[in-house]
Structure formats: C-alpha cells, structure tokens
Antibody, heavy 119, light 107 residues
Framework: QLQLQESGPGLVKPSETLSLTCTVSGGSISSSSYYWGWIRQPPGKGLEWIGSIYYSGSTYYNPSLKSRVTISVDTSKNQFSLKLSSVTAADTAVYYC???????????WGQGTLVTVSS | EIVLTQSPDFQSVTPKEKVTITCRASQSIGSSLHWYQQKPDQSPKLLIKYASQSISGVPSRFSGSGSGTDFTLTINSLEAEDAAAYYCHQSSSLPYTFGQGTKLEIK
C-alpha cells in the first residue's frame, strides 16, 4: 500500500519561499496510475487544491496560486516537491501530499505538516 | 471554477441514527464526485469514489448516490467513531475543488 510523508520547515518568514517534499513508499512514483498532488488546509478551515504533477513532469496548478507555485518530481528518489513563493500569513496551513488515482480521487494522503508563516 | 456546496455545515446526531449529507455542484459534474472523512488531527480518508463506488476497508454503513449536480453521502446506523468532518471533492473540471465540509458531532 502506498504511503506518503511530507517533510520540510515548519516555520517560514513572510515574503520567503515555502519548500516541502513528499516521499512516496510502497509503490513507484512513475506508475501510470497516479498523479501526485498537494492540498492545504488553514487551521480550522476547509481543503484547498494546490496542484498536481505526473511522473513525466506534466503539472497543473490552481489558478489562484499559479503565479507562486512550482511542483516538481524526482523519480530517482520517489519524491515530489512543492515550492510556494512570496508567502504571507494567509499561507499558514497544514500541507498534505496525496496520490491522485487516475487523475480523480485522492486515494492516499500523507499525515500533513503544519507550516506557519511568521517573522 | 466549480463550486461545491455541502449541507448541513454541522449536525449533532445520536448513535444508530441515519445521517444524510448533501453536496451540490454549481454545474454538472457527471459522477466525478468523491467523499472523504477527516477525524480530528488526522488527514482525510477516502470513503466513496465516483459518487457511489465503495472503497475497500470502509464500513458498509457508508454509501453514496447522485449524479449531475446533486449528491448524497449516507451513513446508516451511525457509530461514535464516525464523529468527523466530511468533505466532497470534484474531479470533473480543473481546478479540482472541495465542499466546505460538514462536521458531525455525536451526542
């Protein structure tokens, strides 16, 4: 069974770049069955789709974040990554990585990592 | 962007009750609607895919129905462990979106 684990700094200063990595185990990130996605959840609020990537490098970004987001994949390490630039307090959230089965449902999720934007 | 509106936002229910949560899409999404359960301090868990397809390991008291713009998640004979937030999610059209969530409290 797929397992996903987020890693990265829990505190980022305003205007800086948030960087997170998701490590996939129990399966290959190069599987044709999956896209790989990032989702975030501000404290006490709902879920927001950030974007997704295929192992080939094809990406989709939420237009609301597109100008600040970069998602990349490293098939040799079975990892994919998120970079969000020019962060503000509004970017404070729990960030989840997830497997996107057949570009549809989110089958497996990481445990999530809280990123706080504060000076 | 497709907007998903869930109702109710909050519901307090007793064990063994039948619970119905609805999700309405701002335009037709066929059956590309999925349901998740999120318990406190946990990541979301897939409950139902493509409106009505069951997921291995999910208790049979959870079921889904609907197509087009109107969808329903039903929990038969609610158990105390079902206290959680429930979210719908559409994969019909980018950007993928989520409903605002429905919080279930067990009395």
């Amino acid at each position: 069974q797929l397992q996903l684990q987020e890693s990265g700094p829990g505190l980022v200063k305003p205007s800086e770049t948030l960087s997170l990595t998701c490590t996939v185990s129990g399966g290959s990130i190069s599987s044709s069955s999956y896209y790989w996605g990032w989702i975030r959840q501000p404290p006490g609020k709902g879920l927001e789709w950030i974007g997704s990537i295929y192992y080939s490098g094809s990406t989709y970004y939420n237009p609301s974040l597109k100008s600040r987001v970069t998602i990349s994949v490293d098939t040799s390490k079975n990892q994919f990554s998120l970079k969000l630039s020019s962060v503000t307090a509004a970017d404070t959230a729990v960030y989840y990585c997830a497997s996107v089965e057949h570009d549809a449902q989110l089958g497996e999720w990481g445990q999530g990592t809280l990123v706080t934007v504060s000076s | 962007e497709i907007v998903l509106t869930q109702s109710p936002d909050f519901q307090s229910v007793t064990p063994k009750e039948k619970v119905t949560i609805t999700c309405r899409a701002s335009q037709s999404i066929g059956s590309s609607l999925h349901w998740y359960q999120q318990k406190p301090d946990q990541s979301p868990k897939l409950l139902i895919k493509y409106a009505s397809q069951s997921i291995s390991g999910v208790p049979s008291r959870f079921s889904g129905s609907g197509s087009g713009t109107d969808f329903t998640l039903t929990i038969n004979s609610l158990e105390a462990e079902d206290a959680a937030a429930y979210y719908c999610h559409q994969s019909s059209s980018l950007p993928y979106t989520f409903g605002q969530g429905t919080k279930l409290e067990i009395k």
